[in-house]
Structures are given as C-alpha cells and as structure tokens.
C-alpha cells in the first residue's frame, strides 16, 4: 500500500476561516515578543500560516502544510492520509511521526485518540 508521504498530491479541502481581531492581536504581540505561535488543529494552523501570508483575517484557505510547505510562523499538532498526517510531518519529521505513532499504537492508543496532544 502506498503511504501518503508517498503521494505527490495529497488531498486539498478548501477551508473557511474567520480569525478574530483579538487573536490577531495576540499573534502579533507574541511574534513581535519572539514567543511561540502554537496551533492546536490542523484548520487552526491553515487559517494562521494563511493570514500571515496574505493579512486576510477570513476567507477560503487552499494552503496545505506539507514536508514541502512546512510552517512558517506557527508551531502546531493529526488519521493516516489526510492533510493532519501532512502537517505532523512538516513539523517533525516523517521518521519522529512513524515512531511516535508505533510508541502510542504499543501503548494501546488509537489513531485519532492521540493525534491531537502529541
């Protein structure tokens, strides 16, 4: 079976995002002060690497975090092949993600059970 690191074009869902003028405030405050950007979610993590590109606080995202288009301002945490798997990738590694997932299974977690809180 192919895996999705494997997969040139992983699956794209555009996203409509609203990120609310305090939370801007907040991002920005924490960037200016060099203190992390942590996004829980993957839609989250879309909207914020979304605005900090275009400055728009709502619309359809099409961006997709991958190895090839890791973050750049956010540091976030996901089901084998969707676009969460993508964005673990992007920030540890494919190598840290297969072990971390072989760890958790030998621990009698489950898939979606332990994406969120890596």
């Known amino acids: ?7 040139p074009h ?3 869902v555009p996203e409509w995002y609203a990120i609310p003028a305090d939370t801007i ?3 920005q405050a924490a960037s200016q002060n060099h203190r992390p950007i942590i996004a829980v979610g993957t839609t989250v993590v879309r909207a914020l690497e979304t605005w900090s590109y275009t400055r728009k606080p ?5 961006h997709l975090v991958t190895p090839k288009t890791p973050p750049q301002h956010v540091t976030g945490l996901h089901d084998n092949f969707t676009s969460h798997l993508w964005l673990l990738y992007a920030f540890v590694g494919v190598e840290a993600v297969r072990t971390a997932y072989r760890e958790a299974s030998a621990r009698g977690y489950h ?4 994406g969120d809180i890596l």
């Open 58 to 62: 709502s619309g359809w995202t099409t």
């Open 10 to 12: 992983p699956p794209l």
């Open 25 to 27: 405030a907040m991002v």
């Open 1 to 7: 079976m192919k895996s999705q690191e494997d997969d």
């Open 111 to 114: 898939w979606h059970e332990f």
